[in-house]
Structure formats: C-alpha cells, structure tokens
C-alpha cells in the first residue's frame, strides 16, 4: 500500500514522501524491498537523511498496570544529504533485511488477533525528522514455525491473540528488546492446564521454542507455571511429525514441572533444570545448515540485520484503526521474490 504524505517538518507547500514496497509480504530473515518517492514542493529543501524503520506495539509494564508503546526496533540508512529542489520527484530504492527474530503477524494468510507491525519512513532536516509515512507489513511464519503453529491447532489448542512483551527471557540467546507470545486456551486431554503461551526465538540455524503452561490450582494443590524450551533447527521442517513431537514437548514440560514440586528428578530427556525451573531439550542443537535449503530458494535468500530499540510513540498514527491493511492471501508472493 501507499500512504501519500506531506512533510510537515518542512512547513506548508513543503515535499511530500511515499514508501512504496515491492512485496508486504515477507518471512523473518528474509529481505523487505522497496523505493521512497520524494516530491518536491512549491521549493528547494535541503534534506539531511531518509531512513526506513521497522515498528510494532509492545507491551511495557510500568507500575501496576501495562502500557502499549510503539517501538521501531531495526532501521535502515537510504540516503544522507541532498538537495530537493520545488516539483522535482525523486525515486530512492532500499532493502530491509529483516531480524531473525521479527515477530509473525500473520498465519495462513489471515493476521493474528493483537499484531500489528510497519515499515515507518523518516526524512530529517535542520535537525528534525518527520515520520512521513508508515506502510502496513504481513511477516509469514518460517516453515519450521509454520508446523509448530499447525501442530498446535491440530492437538486442539485454540487460538486467543498474540503480544509483544519488552523484557529479555532469562538465560536465552535474545537479540531484539522484546520477545511474542502467542497465547491459546488448552484442550482438556492435557489435565489441569488453562492457558499455553508459545515464543519463537529464531536465528540463522534454527529456532529456540519456549512454552509456557498456566497450570490450574486444584483442591488440595496450588497452580504453578509450567516451562520447557527446545530447540529445532529449520531443515527439520519436513522431516518430522510435528503433532506428536509437540504433544511429547507439552506432556514431557509438565512432567518436569511436576517432578521438580515432588523434589523428584527430571523426565527422561530433560537436562538439569535451566533458568526458568525447566530442562532444556537438546534434540535438534546445532543440527543443519541453516536456512540455506529450506527457505532462501524459495524466496530469494535471507540476511541478518538486528538494530536497537527505539520508543517511538506516534509511529502508528498513520494506521488508524486499520491493521488488516495487507492484503489477506498473498502468501504465494512469497515465492515469487
């Protein structure tokens, strides 16, 4: 989509900006294409720098209450000082490499309840920048993701909404300032459990996936949390039946939970109790080659790129009310880039 812009930076009659973007649709790891067309307005501005931005909302605790920021966590440089001179148009091509650990915001084409991320464009002059525009970005889940998020609706797990919580989880590699968490209510064949949350922290070679159980409190026994991570790497997604390694990943998280309040000793399969009171599953760690085969044929190859985060409060304000604006369906293009 395009947003046409004045630059109100630059005063009345000023330029105006568009982002345009050669496919919306995209995967983490993988490159986000495009062009911002500058116009020129009724006279010559001198602009400083024009960059792209990645920006989501996060939650943030403050207090005893939590809050929603826009966040822009990975920016990219399209060009430094330059002259606009009135009515000229002007074309600058960019690529966003996005970050391995990019959250989802969309699954089987269709956006997930409570995710909402842009591509926000800035130009800067005499010192001040001008969020000129904001174009709306679906990221796809990778294959490996894909079965995972399969395998949970197929084991009966339904889907509530996805967030995004700022804060590092504890003992994890963690590259970005915030981590997803996509939040279902459990299906009864897994007893005294109500709620299950899933994060992906994906790299190059794989991804660490960490759930999270809200296991219920009983008569005679309180409710405690629930934790197991695992590691998967990304050319396992074709090779595995997912359904049954996930439901071994849920029952064999419990059971570590449960042994550790008994003061017994952990499942089988477990490693000594990690930094969230659960084992680490060390099945798939280190196994592949990484994205190479599973995803950069498909779609064009991918590429790290990791930035700070950075608040940025206004930055949806071209949004609206509006997240769905990324055509519903277009997942196929992903492989035609």
Do not use: C
Request: proline residues 7%; negative net charge.
């Amino acid at each position: 989509m395009v947003f046409k812009r004045m630059l109100g930076a630059f005063g009345v009659g000023g330029p105006s900006v568009d982002a345009v973007l050669s496919n919306p649709n995209t995967r983490p790891g993988l490159t986000l294409a495009g062009q911002v067309d500058l116009a020129g307005g009724n006279f010559d501005t001198e602009i400083e720098q024009v960059t792209v931005g990645l920006v989501t909302r996060v939650e943030i605790e403050g207090g005893e209450q939590e809050e929603t920021a826009g966040v822009e966590f990975h920016q990219v440089y399209v060009a430094g000082a330059l002259r606009l001179a009135a009515d000229q148009q002007l074309s600058l091509p960019f690529q966003v490499e996005l970050p391995w650990e990019t959250p989802i915001t969309h699954f089987y084409g269709q956006p997930l309840a409570g995710m909402t991320l842009g591509l926000r464009t800035s130009v800067s002059a005499r010192g001040a920048a001008d969020p000129g525009d904001l174009d709306p970005v679906a990221v796809h889940p990778l294959p490996v993701q894909e079965r995972i998020l399969e395998a949970f609706g197929t084991l009966g797990f339904q889907f509530v909404g996805a967030d995004l919580e700022y804060g590092q989880l504890a003992g994890l590699a963690q590259t970005l300032p915030f981590y997803q968490e996509i939040e279902y209510v459990a299906p009864p064949q897994y007893p005294g459990v109500r709620q299950a949350e899933l994060t992906f922290l994906a790299d190059p070679y794989g991804v660490t996936v960490v759930l999270e159980f809200d296991k219920q409190a009983g008569l005679f026994t309180p409710g405690h949390d629930s934790y197991g991570h695992y590691r998967v790497a990304h050319d396992d997604a074709d090779r595995l039946d997912w359904t049954s390694h996930v439901d071994g990943w849920i029952r064999q998280a419990l059971d570590q939970r449960q042994a550790l309040l008994g003061g017994g000793y952990p499942a089988p399969g477990y490693g000594a109790p990690g930094p969230y009171g659960h084992g680490h599953h060390q099945e798939h760690e280190g196994r592949g080659p990484g994205m190479g085969g599973v995803i950069a044929g498909a779609v064009g190859g991918a590429a790290l790129g990791f930035g700070a985060g950075m608040l940025a409060e206004q930055a949806f304000d071209a949004f609206g009310d509006d997240d769905s604006a990324v055509a519903e369906g277009d997942e196929e293009e992903l492989d035609e880039e």
